[in-house]
């Protein structure tokens, strides 16, 4: 059974940073099929993707992130992170890590399709 558990959340101040992890179980995130990404959604808008990890390490990123989140992954700890700096209050939201059988640098763009999900971690810029 896969099992994604989200943590780091909480609530800072604007210009603040804070850093996300997610803890897979069931599946090995670093593994050579297993792509991964950190979604997020605020109150009443739909959920956006944030950052794409694939499984041969390509990165991606959402404008608003690009220059300040960076996405990583530790295999020691088979967790991925997300590093978040220069936090504004329109980053407010609860963020998802998701993760899929996809190979190379492929990731969804649409949540529907991703297999497994955490349970989100609430982050909230003041």
């Known amino acids: 059974q896969v099992q994604l558990v989200e943590s780091g959340g909480g609530s800072v101040q604007a210009g603040g940073s804070l850093e996300l992890t997610c803890k897979a179980s069931?599946?090995?995130?670093?593994?050579?099929?297993?792509?991964k990404a950190w979604w997020r959604q605020a109150p009443g808008r739909n959920r956006e993707l944030v950052a794409t990890?694939?499984?041969?390490?390509?990165?991606t990123y959402a404008d608003f992130a690009k220059g300040r989140f960076v996405i990583s992954q530790d295999n020691a700890k088979d967790t991925l992170d997300l590093q978040m700096h220069d936090l504004n209050p329109e980053d407010t939201a609860m963020y998802y890590c998701?993760?899929?059988?996809?190979?190379?640098?492929?990731?969804?763009?649409?949540?529907?399709?991703?297999?497994?999900w955490g349970q989100g971690t609430q982050v909230t810029v003041s």
């Open positions: 990890m694939g499984s041969d390490g390509t990165t």
């Open positions: 069931g599946v090995g995130l670093g593994s050579s099929s297993c792509g």
């Open positions: 998701a993760a899929d059988r996809l190979a190379g640098s492929w990731f969804w763009a649409s949540p529907s399709k991703y297999r497994y």
